[in-house]
């Protein structure tokens, strides 16, 4: 008698009748790794009705309502929401049938309300007079500030507000709400309660809400109670409370995880018999997996399946321009909001160049020689071949023999030049006679002692070498002028690693990646609108370091501009893809940092920027060839000193590498990208 009295009290409350649920999850199970959150979970959440969804902190609420959003995928069972399993193409879940407000504040603190709400706006597609509508009526509801006021600086209260007004935003017709409550005082706490009721009333909306203030929960219609992964109850909160004769919700629970935690206890000091499925049996019999008041449907039933026709599965798959712009626009604001930033990024390769243009490849300059000169007289050789030393670049400082050589040993000089006291008489010696002694040939010339510590440069400056006339470039043409093409594609490939590499490891972490997949913006679209906006800050850097290059520094162009340019832009857009590899397949900023600080050396030692290639030994000279930037560099300096077009196979080799990379960083920037979410 009791218990048909129970089961009338739990089937009273659901009107819209078994078969209408707008959410319905079989069988669940999830794990991260060997952790097992979500394990054998069945729960029904009926159109039209609030469902809280209460439980200790990591008993998997969050796993599970992100695995109903689509964001996780379920390792067993079923999930059906509104109709059709989430992600399914041409579902509107994940999109803008849903609103989902995620545990993390999920909002960019650059923004004002008024951005962040214009911003979901534009993603679900509502007019800018749809959107301001909704957007008055949020900030009174919620009693909000100023539409102006940036997220920054509002209160952790006002800031998950503005969190569930983004989830508010299009009316949609399922609301997934991750602890809305959390940090919000009691009056608006009973005023989102109100409107939550308000909402469900015409039967259209549906909401599933997870709280820890169990007792709010007594305003849904149905309550699910979880544990350690599973639902150990789900009914309406009355009969739930009648049934285990409690007052309060909180005593209904209490008294579930009591009774919960005595079958775990006695299943334990029973001897391991039979499979793991056996061992899952609740109380009399009971499956473990089915809630002690049960909604729905068994969990053996079947869930819909996702089968579409190639024209549906296609569109899903295009890329959305109007999500994109959204996207982009989103990343213009940001960096109009952050002016500092955005100038450092225009003025950091300027400066780089200006530096590799100024500091390498130039000639010594008031080097501090020690001249020994054991002659005195003013019209000796010995004089007459100083003279003719560079003054610019060889500062001479004349001393004794002891005081030179001391010099030296302490790092005073760079060398020592020294002539015999006879020098001009054994020279002219050496000239007029046939033969002469080594006494003589030794008096006879000049000694010079060099701190070879300083390389090679020393010697060079003075080899008696005599260069024709070359073929590609000025006689003149020097280090700074090898260099600085592979520099120009060098800088450009690293800013553009840099500004991209954290682009979604912070946005992952503070939940806008999800969030805003779950409005309906694929993996591709992300892509896409990062790659599209971070195209216009290295074009504004390219122009800068061509003028600086080209016009300041004078190094010269004798190929097209244009072909120049096109390299230097798909070069950059090779550092993008890059970085989105880096940001979609890493968690956290140190370890990303990492990976785009730690190719830094290697690649650019390896692909010829600073010295040529063909001095590489040859294990590494194959690796050299396949990275990015050594035919590129190669084929920058063909287009820029040798005038080269397309037609050379240097010049179309550099582009072909380029695009090569770039297609293989997007495809496997995208792939793991949608792999994690
Ligand atoms: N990305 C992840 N990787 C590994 N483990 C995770 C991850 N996310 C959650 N977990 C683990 O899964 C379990 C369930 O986490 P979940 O966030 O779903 O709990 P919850 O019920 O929402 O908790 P709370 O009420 O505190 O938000 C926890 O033990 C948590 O440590």
């Known amino acids: 008698m009791k218990e048909a009295n129970m089961k009338a009290d739990l089937e009273a409350p659901l009107p819209a009748g078994r078969e209408e649920f707008a959410i319905r999850c079989r069988d669940v199970c999830r794990s991260y790794g060997k952790l097992k959150?979500?394990?054998?979970?069945?729960l029904t959440v009926p159109q039209g009705q609030i469902y809280g969804l209460l439980g200790p902190s990591g008993c998997g609420k969050t796993t599970l309502l992100k695995c109903i959003v689509g964001t996780l995928k379920i390792s067993r069972g079923h999930i059906t929401v509104l109709g059709k399993p989430p992600a399914c193409p041409g579902h509107d879940i994940p999109g803008k049938k849903?609103?989902?407000?995620?545990?993390?504040?999920?909002?960019?603190?650059?923004?004002?309300?008024?951005?962040?709400?214009?911003?979901?706006?534009?993603?679900?597609?509502?007019?800018?007079?749809?959107?301001?509508?909704?957007?008055n009526f949020l900030i009174d509801f919620l009693d909000l500030p100023q539409k102006t006021s940036l997220v920054r600086n509002l209160s952790g209260g006002q800031r998950r507000r503005v969190s569930l007004g983004a989830a508010l935003l299009q009316n949609p017709e399922l609301l997934i709400l991750d602890e809305p409550t959390v940090g919000v005082d009691p009056v608006l706490r009973a005023k989102i309660w109100q409107h939550l009721v308000e909402i469900v009333k015409t039967g259209k909306v549906s909401v599933i809400i997870t709280t820890h203030y169990i007792e709010e929960a007594r305003q849904a219609n149905v309550v699910g109670l979880m544990r350690h992964g599973r639902l150990l109850a789900e009914g309406p909160p009355d009969a739930v409370m009648k049934q285990h004769c409690a007052t309060t919700l909180e005593h209904a629970f209490l008294q579930l995880c009591e009774t919960s935690d005595q079958i775990g206890s006695k299943r334990e000091s029973t001897p391991p018999e039979g499979t793991l499925e056996k061992s899952q049996s609740f109380g009399s019999g009971r499956d473990e997996s089915q809630p002690i008041l049960g909604v729905g449907s068994s969990p053996a039933e079947e869930g819909p399946k996702c089968s579409v026709d190639w024209k549906v599965r296609a569109r899903h798959v295009l890329p959305k321009w109007r999500n994109i712009a959204a996207l982009m626009i989103k990343t213009l604001v940001r960096m109009k909001r952050?002016?500092?930033?955005?100038?450092?990024?225009?003025?950091?390769?300027?400066?780089?160049?200006?530096?590799?243009?100024?500091?390498?490849?130039?000639?010594?300059?008031?080097?501090?020689?020690?001249?020994?000169?054991?002659?005195?007289?003013?019209?000796?050789?010995?004089?007459?071949?100083?003279?003719f030393l560079d003054n610019s670049s060889v500062q001479q400082v004349n001393l004794?023999?002891?005081e030179a050589f001391e010099g030296i040993y302490n790092g005073e000089y760079w060398g020592v030049i020294a002539f015999g006291k006879n020098f001009t008489s054994y020279l002219t010696k050496r000239m007029v006679q046939r033969q002469v002694s080594q006494e003589i040939i030794d008096g006879g010339s000049v000694h010079a002692f060099v701190d070879n510590k300083l390389g090679g440069m020393a010697y060079l400056v003075a080899l008696p070498i005599k260069f024709e006339e070359p073929i590609y470039g000025s006689q003149n043409t020097d280090f700074t002028t090898f260099v600085t093409p592979g520099a120009v594609l060098s800088i450009t490939?690293?800013?553009?690693?840099?500004?991209?590499?954290?682009?979604?490891?912070?946005?992952?972490?503070?939940?806008?990646?999800?969030?805003?997949w779950v409005a309906g913006v694929s993996s591709l679209e992300t892509m896409l609108a990062h790659l599209f906006s971070q195209l216009f800050v290295i074009s504004v850097q390219i122009i800068l370091l061509l003028l600086m290059i080209l016009l300041v520094f004078k190094i010269p162009n004798e190929g097209s501009l244009v072909l120049v340019i096109i390299?230097?832009?798909?070069?950059?857009?090779?550092?993008?893809?890059?970085?989105?590899?880096?940001?979609s397949a890493i968690d956290d900023e140190q370890s990303a940092n990492q990976a785009a600080l730690g190719i830094f050396y290697p690649n650019l030692i390896l692909s010829g920027i600073i010295w040529p290639v063909e001095c590489i030994p040859y294990p590494l000279r194959y690796l050299s060839l396949v990275l990015p930037q050594t035919y590129a560099s190669e084929a920058l300096r063909c287009i820029m000193y040798r005038g080269w077009g397309l037609s050379r196979m240097?010049?179309?080799?550099?582009?072909?590498?380029?695009l090569g990379w770039n297609t293989f960083f997007l495809i496997l920037a995208t792939v793991i990208l949608k792999l994690r979410t």
């Open 338 to 387: 952050m002016p500092g930033s955005l100038c450092f990024q225009f003025l950091l390769p300027v400066i780089q160049i200006s530096l590799i243009c100024l500091c390498v490849g130039g000639d010594p300059k008031g080097i501090q020689v020690a001249v020994v000169n054991n002659e005195t007289s003013p019209s000796s050789f010995s004089q007459s071949l100083l003279s």
């Open 98 to 135: 849903v609103g989902y407000m995620p545990q993390e504040l999920a909002l960019y603190s650059e923004f004002t309300i008024s951005d962040t709400l214009t911003f979901f706006g534009r993603i679900h597609g509502l007019t800018s007079k749809e959107t301001q509508a909704r957007m």
């Open 400 to 402: 004794s023999h002891k």
């Open 493 to 516: 490939f690293y800013l553009a690693v840099g500004l991209t590499a954290l682009s979604f490891v912070l946005e992952r972490k503070e939940g806008l990646l999800d969030r805003c």
């Open 567 to 583: 390299l230097i832009v798909l070069q950059g857009i090779t550092g993008i893809s890059f970085g989105l590899v880096i940001s």
């Open 650 to 658: 240097m010049v179309w080799r550099g582009f072909a590498v380029t």
């Open 37 to 42: 959150v979500l394990s054998s979970l069945n």
